[in-house]
């Protein structure tokens, strides 16, 4: 199989596509999803981690050097299920009820 070189920012924004699109999330509300870091694993794929700027929450995906995601990504927030919609006030209703049903998942 060819691997193709790709940068850490092709890479964020492969990932960040596959999340939005997974979660349905509506393109209006995309922008609020971030990359916080890309790390190579290996020569043929990346752990990325994406949040929601201001919360500490965080979605890891892996992507490989071919440009595709693995469906079995991971959630993992510091904020307990009981709290679950600490924080979540200003953020748009989709990715509020998004973080919320997460944090309570996990």
């Known amino acids: 199989m060819e691997t ?20 349905e999330i509506p393109p209006d509300d995309q922008e609020w999803f971030s990359v916080l870091s890309v790390r190579a694993v290996g020569e043929t794929w990346y752990v990325v981690e994406i949040g929601v700027e201001g919360l500490p929450d965080k979605w890891v995906l892996q992507v490989y050097d071919t440009g595709e995601c693995d469906p079995s990504y991971t959630f993992s927030s510091p904020v307990k299920a009981t709290e679950a919609d600490t924080g979540l006030e200003d953020l748009p209703e989709a990715i509020a009820h998004i973080l919320a049903t997460e944090r309570i998942a996990h």
Do not use: K, P
């Open 4 to 23: 193709l070189n790709r940068s850490t920012d092709e890479i964020g924004q492969l990932a960040i596509a596959f999340l939005v699109t997974d979660l």
